[in-house]
């Protein structure tokens, strides 16, 4: 299957239709933190985080 054509709000809509994943947004101007290990993320929105784990 070509995924390529398809859009990334389509992609998004179906990926959090899913059971294992978890949708979190982020307001315009809202800041926001990521830590992974030693990586640290600071920002601003707006922003969807999608957590997958399947």
């Known amino acids: 299957m070509d995924l390529k054509n398809v859009s990334t709000k389509a992609l998004v809509e179906e990926l959090v239709s899913r059971e294992a994943v978890e949708k979190t947004a982020i307001e315009p101007y809202e800041e926001y933190s990521i830590t992974i290990g030693k990586e640290k ?3 601003a929105g707006p922003v969807v ?6």
């Not at 985080?49 to 399947?54: A, E, P, Q, S, V």
């Open 49 to 54: 985080i999608l957590r997958i784990w399947d």
């Open 41 to 43: 993320i600071n920002d």
